[in-house]
């Protein structure tokens, strides 16, 4: 007992003490499972600097981790209100695109997005829609507006997602109004049509809901449009659609904290993941939207020609990018509380 | 045995580690951020204190208490069983026992959806034997059978361990008395093990209030609980304040809860406090 | 005789309850389909994906080490504690166990964050360190939870008559007191061993510099949805301690055996 405990405590301080000090080191902050491993690797042979990947769960997770100050991250991969929240509050590091050659090849209409109108701080990584996710078996008509969600034929078959945002603002949407909005009364009325909703919801989900759409759990579900083509993938009877009364455009992009230690290789990496085969990789593993022309190019014909994966811009004329919302979130947060608690 | 030194490194961490975050709490709990003032103030327990927040408070306390008293009925049998089992196969029995707990918490909670669902494995097995599909996930009962799950080896190893070392004697000497079964397991089985049944009770009771994965995932996010309240404050809508003062409001109750049982355990025990 | 089976019935079933979702998990880790909504076929590409997958193998190993290590300073610390506890005057023993209880009530989030906050402010960088000594942190209430009733049921008289024989306090702890108190200190340990391997929350605010647990790896696919990969590395690690379990089974049943025949 006593000598396991010792070599215990000796194996522990040797690892702990273990480390090679001698190659630069980046530390990249992304979502989980949201890169082809292999990417990482390949960088760092060709590179010859090691990588230190941490995953994170939330935008709001990732923010505070970065606001305390606690570690020091070279890249982070957010989303775009969160961007815009760090630019705001002088979070991030402006990137020397004389760094990043290859941000010639991202899309135009993905360059300047609102959240970094002079693109100063940001390089898109991958972007999508949100929508409606139906199953065309068990729902005979074509769904093509939100209210679909609110009708009463579908109780019990609708999956709403458990996120104050994207619910609230697709109700908004639905009402008529911004997604960004901060109006009072708009946004009490959007708390209306979600209480009256609520009888009718199966389920506030998170990922799960993707399994119950292919399981044929549920006949309809608001999803983002990665997750709706990976879904048919599994199961054709499914379809998606982007609802006429507009919808929510996302943006996840790769920037630079101010407190970066490492920041040209941090560039370096930024550069490296817009190469046109690593991006390729990366959209091919993920299965969301790339920006990066080239890549496109080099995807199967039936996902670069499929709209609900890559709608074409006069789709997307009623879409909105999520805005930081400062402390009117306080508004949504108590609004959700409160349908959540009916 | 004047050992009340060896505490001293643990009481030194413990100020360390929890006094002083405690502190952090009761600090942010008590103040406003607005700009750069801090100020005194009452108004994050006055919003708690609004009917719908303690809705959710009294919702979050029920089913705790309702999987804690479900975790002891079905726990405390089976501590019973296993102490009675051969030796060899006793600690083989407790480890089989945790080794669902090192699977992850997430996916154990994932898996419980797909036996759990409309076309999931329990229906299935029912319309194959020519029953109805019932409808056990997204309402109450899914939940508290998440909570269940999750801590009952909460419940069973301390009662277990407890049980196991108590004097064969006493019990023989009650059952010469003339005591049947019954009377023998709540006149002196029972109050010997209830430091156990304590312990127990304390480390599900707790963590089932503040949990928030498994009512979003097993409730269908239907059922707001405290756990999720609280996350929601810190992590989205980042009012650490309000959220500080409804982690006060919730280990008060509970601290005074648990000054009433350990009143209970010392009546029952005499000598000795807590 | 029928209260036998009853009772074999009675533990067959919570075992049932117990392990059904991991069997579900194990099923599914041969699917062949991403998905947990439909079959695709029999496959073991998880599993091999699984090792090859740097992200999964490093937080595998800092799971486990964190885990034992954890658990390890925890109950050793805590044991020590619980004594100490057991000894007190009542005024200093309810603070001590009230301020015990404290990390137990405290919801996962608000330990996580001003443990973080803390070690900020200590100028500590976040890391292996710190998240270790969090981990160690949440761990030793459990351990004395679990040691202190045990310390409660001890004879005294037993420790007491050892001294009068001539043994050295520690050779009559070892001897007399610690088989008394062993169940309790391995509960806690196994306790501890478990939350800590299972931490999330606490983990992922107090950890940095590459430093990623098994944990924050699974809930960070919560927004992507969880790679069967975990699945395969979950059964993979389930089968491990099942057979670790019966290996020791059979070599203490022959070490019995062999012991029986000597006499």
């Known amino acids: 007992m006593k000598r396991l405990l010792a070599i215990v405590l000796v194996l522990v301080t040797i690892l702990i003490g273990c480390s090679p000090k001698n190659q630069t080191v980046l530390n990249v902050y992304n979502w989980g499972d949201y890169i082809d491993e292999k990417v990482i690797s390949d960088f760092e042979k060709k590179y010859n600097i090691k990588v230190n990947y941490e995953t994170f769960t939330t935008n709001e997770d990732m923010y505070i981790k970065l606001k305390a100050g606690g570690s020091h991250y070279d890249v982070i991969i957010p989303s775009d209100y969160m961007i815009k929240r760090m630019i705001d509050e002088d979070l991030l590091a402006k990137l020397d695109f004389e760094n990043i050659p290859n941000y010639k090849y991202i899309a135009d209409q993905f360059k300047n997005l609102d959240f970094d109108p002079d693109n100063e701080y940001s390089v898109p990584y991958m972007w999508g829609t949100v929508g409606i996710l139906y199953n065309t078996k068990m729902i005979q008509e074509k769904i093509d507006s939100w209210t679909a969600l609110w009708d009463q034929k579908y109780s019990k078959q609708i999956l709403m997602l458990d996120s104050q945002r994207d619910s609230i603002g697709i109700t908004l949407k639905m009402l008529g109004y911004s997604l960004n909005s901060k109006d009072t009364n708009e946004l009490e009325q959007a708390k209306k049509a979600l209480i009256e909703q609520k009888p009718l919801v199966l389920a506030y989900v998170v990922d799960e809901g993707k399994d119950k759409m292919i399981a044929g759990e549920a006949a309809l579900a608001v999803v983002w449009s990665g997750d709706a083509i990976n879904c048919i993938r599994e199961n054709p009877d499914l379809t998606y659609v982007i609802p006429k009364e507009g919808s929510n455009l996302w943006f996840d992009s790769m920037v630079i904290p101010k407190n970066a230690r490492n920041k040209k290789e941090a560039e370096l990496f930024i550069n490296f993941m817009c190469e046109t085969d690593i991006a390729y990789r990366n959209a091919d593993y993920i299965g969301y939207a790339s920006p990066h022309t080239e890549a496109v190019k080099k995807l199967p014909k039936e996902i670069a020609n499929d709209h609900r994966a890559y709608p074409p811009m006069e789709e997307l004329t009623n879409c909105e990018v999520f805005v930081d919302l400062g402390s009117v979130i306080k508004e949504f947060d108590r609004i959700w509380t409160e349908i959540k608690a009916q | 045995m004047r050992k009340t030194w060896l505490a001293y490194p643990y009481t030194l961490w413990m100020l360390l580690f929890t006094v002083i975050p405690m502190g952090l709490l009761i600090y942010f709990s008590f103040t406003t951020n607005s700009g750069t003032n801090t100020a005194l103030t009452w108004t994050h327990f006055q919003r708690f204190f609004e009917p719908i927040y303690l809705k959710v408070l009294l919702r979050s306390i029920t089913l705790a208490a309702i999987s804690t008293v479900i975790c002891l009925l079905i726990g405390y049998p089976a501590a019973m069983i296993l102490n009675g089992s051969s030796l060899k196969y006793k600690n083989t029995m407790i480890t089989l026992l945790v080794l669902p707990m090192w699977m992850n918490f997430l996916l154990r909670t994932y898996a419980w959806l797909t036996l759990l669902e409309r076309k999931g494995i329990i229906n299935s097995l029912l319309v194959a034997i020519g029953l109805n599909r019932l409808d056990l996930l997204y309402n109450e009962f899914a939940v508290i059978l998440g909570m269940v799950y999750n801590f009952i080896p909460f419940m069973i190893l301390p009662i277990y361990s407890v049980l196991n070392k108590i004097d064969r004697s006493l019990i023989e000497a009650a059952e010469d008395l003339g005591a049947n079964p019954v009377i023998t397991f709540i006149k002196v089985i029972f109050p010997l093990s209830l430091p156990g049944v304590l312990s127990g009770i304390t480390m599900v009771f707790m963590p089932a209030v503040t949990t928030f994965v498994i009512s979003r995932l097993l409730g269908g996010g239907q059922i707001t609980l405290i756990g999720d309240l609280i996350e929601q404050q810190f992590l989205l809508v980042g009012d650490w304040n309000f959220g500080s003062a409804i982690s006060l409001v919730m280990i008060v109750i509970i601290l005074i809860t648990m000054g009433f049982t350990s009143k209970y355990e010392r009546e029952q025990t005499g000598g000795g406090l807590w | ?263």
């Not at chain 3, 049932?16 to 991403?34: E, G």
């Not at chain 3, 080490?65 to 005057?89: C, D, E, P, Q, R």
């Not at chain 3, 089968?239 to 020791?248: A, E, F, H, Q, Y």
Request: overall charge positive.
């Open chain 3, 1 to 263: 005789m029928v209260t036998r089976i009853l009772k074999r019935c009675y533990i067959a079933l919570l075992f049932i309850f117990l392990y059904a979702p991991i069997i579900v998990l194990a099923i599914f880790s041969f699917n062949s389909s991403r998905s947990r909504g439909t079959w695709d076929g029999f496959t073991l590409k998880w599993y091999y994906e699984m090792f090859q997958d740097r992200q999964i193998m490093a937080a595998l190993y800092y799971s486990l080490i964190i885990g034992v290590t954890s658990a390890l300073v925890a109950t050793i610390i805590g044991t020590m504690a619980a004594f100490g506890i057991h000894n007190m005057k009542p005024f200093s023993k309810t603070t001590v166990m009230n301020i015990t209880y404290l990390p137990v009530l405290n919801p996962d989030i608000v330990t996580g964050i001003s443990f973080m906050l803390l070690f900020i402010f200590l100028k500590i960088r976040l890391g292996f360190l710190t998240l270790l000594l969090s981990h160690i942190t949440f761990n030793i209430p459990y351990v004395i939870l679990s040691v202190l009733p045990k310390i409660k049921q001890l004879d005294k008289s037993m420790y007491e008559a050892a001294l009068d024989l001539g043994a050295t306090p520690f050779y009559a702890f070892r001897k007399v007191i610690l088989p008394e108190i062993m169940p309790g200190v391995i509960t806690g340990l196994l306790l501890a061993f478990t939350l800590s391997f299972d931490d999330f929350v606490i983990s992922f605010f107090n950890t940095g510099s590459g430093v990623s647990n098994l944990s924050i790896l699974i809930y960070s696919m919560a927004r992507r949805g969880i790679n069967p990969k975990i699945n395969a590395l979950s059964t993979f690690m389930f089968i491990s301690v099942l057979t670790l379990l019966i290996v020791v089974n059979i070599l203490m049943s022959k070490q019995q055996k062999t012991k029986e025949e000597k006499i």
